[in-house]
């Protein structure tokens, strides 16, 4: 196969690109049309709903999200219920639902 097998955005958060829609929707254009895989990874701290419900459309895979954090037994995920604690509980259904 000629061309590129794996093409690697590492410019920071990626959810600060300027077009954060229309960098998923070239990565989704390749990896329908070139076989390719596309993966997004984030911090996830300027995710807000109007970006998470664009992001949506684009069909994501609510069992492919991860959420992690620097510690074990569940700290940080109770940070993040804490800090977080309006879009968490909402979550990717909660999302879909929303209007905008």
Known sequence: ?????????SNGESLGHPDISSLVKSSRYLSLTADMAS??????????????A????YNVDPGSVSVSGLSSDGFMAAQLGIAYSDVLKIGVRGIRRRTV
């Open 1 to 9: 196969m000629d061309g590129f097998n794996v093409i690697l955005n």
């Open 54 to 57: 664009a992001l949506d459309s």
């Open 39 to 52: 993966t997004l990874i984030s911090l996830g701290l300027l995710l807000s709903f109007i970006t998470a």
